[in-house]
């Protein structure tokens, strides 16, 4: 291969960076707009090649193991189409005067900053690059959220900044933690910070410390994956800034943070001593999935609803994490990569429907698959493919947590299956209303790009129907990893 | 004297940083908050300053340093500067009453007592005192900011959040720098944040009261 693993992995960390200051200082959206596809596009490729690298990257500070490259081909995957939509979506805002030039420049910049932070995320093996990583990326979402000024966005930017800066004090204490037990074991300097290191040590760390560590993680982590109690930023993060970054929220950036998570449920797997971290993230995802539920009954803003969906699927991804064993970890990977692709999907429909009706009121959209039936009939097929029923990836998925849950603990199976089926029944109801009731509002055709959308549910599509043998073997092997 | 004088210094240190978070959750003008929290800044300064000396860590000097020139001068006369400029310099509220937010901090202080000693029994006795020390300080700014409404006493809450850290990864013997430069560049960054934030607040709502903002929360009917 011309092009080797750690070539590919400088690359995706570099090129943000490069872009995201080329934007900052570029005038004109529309060149801005198409440079942001073009570096997003290459990211994705570099991320490709990390497929083919010889031998494993294994630095002090960077690592690709067969865990996060799942991770990071989804994330730069997710951040090419989303770059696509936005550039079809975000020049309309500048039409209808909700944005200026200038800050759409800020966002284009801002937009390659956060893809680079949750590159750096994830291919960190420092526990505080990690850290670093995931808090740049959190940075500029908040910033992003409360772009358009108004009143709902600048508080729930503030919310959202308020709450993700104390998960972020949390996590960075729970990293101290994590340093502090494996100072008698590691020494001092780099080494305690390096996670390859920390994992193979792991089994002779004092096992009350690290406990303790690992409850800082959860909770500091886990605001950020959005779990419930600790979700209050979520739906107005999700509301009120502009759409493409509604979809990166939910599809990547709950996902960097639950990898955090695992990263350290895998350290805490090692040492014989500890705590099991299975039960508390099952608790926590069972909350999520049961409250999200109950929440979707009762929204009246479309993407506040989605917000609430994504509440529930991270719920239910943790939930089978927590469970563990084989069976359950791949049946976590796979709901997460087809939340993610489902979930941003949903989104640009939603980002294109907002802006054509003027409003995310669920009761003023009314009657989309007559008034426009690509927008209206994707709607249907994300709402069908997100609530999990075949022939999509997330019916597969969720079964497989389902069934493997219902072997080893029926009880929980039954709350799993009651909270699904609740979510389910939400959905419906105000699907219904969305996409067959009387037309209202403005029926102008939109000029709106259907690709990213329709590439997005075909490979839910083709993912619920069949597998590829090597997807399936990867993952497999992951789940193998996270024990 | 079990321990030597070291560890006395750390110890007297590192407590009158908690002493200060009291005086900050129980502080009600915003001036005398600002005064507060330089205080504890410079008191952090010196704390981490000690910490170098002790450990013989040079790099801790740096972080220190940035402690008291960017976290004691520079932060505080901002704040001030922008509470004249926004007139909001009279008292402020708090949503729970002083008495109860002091009990509060009390049996915070005394949890986070009881958790890191617990734990702690093999660590180096001046690491594991320091680390008891910050994570009393770090659930103090917490409770700071959920007691408080006021945009600006949040963000003094966040810092004082933040001091804890640095205490934290100061007392953590020989962790890598990199860390270290982390919590500063964050702080920079988070400080910036802010202050954009404040000044949208400021043009948008003529106040920096975050109830001001709560009327609009929720959704929209």
Known sequence: MIISASTGVIAILVIPVVAAAILAALPGYRISARLN???????????????????PVRGPYLFVDDLNIAFIVLNTFVGFTTSVFSASYIGHELDSGRLTPVYLRFYHAMYQVMIGGMNLALTANNIGLMWVGIELATLTTVLMVGIYRTHEALEAAWKYFILGSVGIGLALFGTILVYMAALPVVGEGIGGMVWTVLVSRAAQFDPALINVAFIFLLLGYGTKVGLAPLHAWLPDAHAEGPTPISAVLSGLLLNVALYAVLRFKILLAANPGAIAPGPLMVTLGLVSLLFAAFMLYRRRDIKRLFAYSSIEHMGIITFAFGMGGPVANFAGLLHMA???????????????????????????IRGLTQTHPWLGWSLV??????????????????????????????????LLVFGILLALGALFQHLGGLAFGEPTGSIKPSDASYVPMVVHFGLVLIAGIYLPATLVAWFRNVAEILG | ??????????????????????????????????????????????????QAYVQHAPHLYVTAFIALVFKAIIVPVG?????????????????????????????????????????TPEADPLAREDLAFALSVVL???????????????????????????LAAAGARGMPLVVEISVAFSVLI????????????????????VQALDRFRGERR
């Open chain 1, 37 to 55: 596809v073009l570096a997003s596009g290459l990211t994705f490729l570099a991320s490709l090649s990390l497929f083919f690298g010889d031998q």
């Open chain 1, 338 to 364: 087809m939340h993610s692709l489902t979930k941003s999907g949903i989104f640009f429909a939603v980002g294109h429907i907002a802006q054509i009706k003027g409003t995310q009121k669920i009761a003023d």
């Open chain 1, 381 to 414: 097929i994300g709402v069908v493919a997100i609530a999990g029923l075949p022939p999509f990836g997330v019916f597969m998925s969720e079964f497989l947590v389902v069934s493997s849950t219902f072997a080893r603990q029926p009880v929980l199976a039954i």
């Open chain 2, 79 to 119: 704040l001030h500067r922008i509470i004249q400029r926004l007139g909001i310099h009279r008292e402020i509220e708090t949503v729970i009453g002083s008495g109860i937010t002091m009990l509060v901090g009390m049996g915070l202080v005394a949890l986070s007592m009881t958790v890191m000693l617990k734990v």
């Open chain 2, 1 to 50: 004297m079990a321990y030597g004088l070291s560890f006395d210094v750390a110890h007297l240190l590192a407590g009158s940083l908690v002493l200060v978070s009291f005086l900050m959750i129980t502080q009600h003008r915003l001036y005398s908050l600002l005064n507060a929290f330089a205080l504890q800044a410079v008191l952090l300064s010196a704390s981490v300053a000690w």
């Open chain 2, 140 to 166: 103090l700014g917490l409770l700071m900011m959920v007691s408080r409404r006021n945009a600006v006493s949040q963000v003094v809450g966040f810092m004082s959040l933040e001091n804890g850290l640095v």
């Open chain 2, 190 to 209: 988070a400080f910036f944040v802010i202050g954009v934030f404040l000044f949208r607040i400021r043009e948008r709502f003529d106040t920096v009261d």
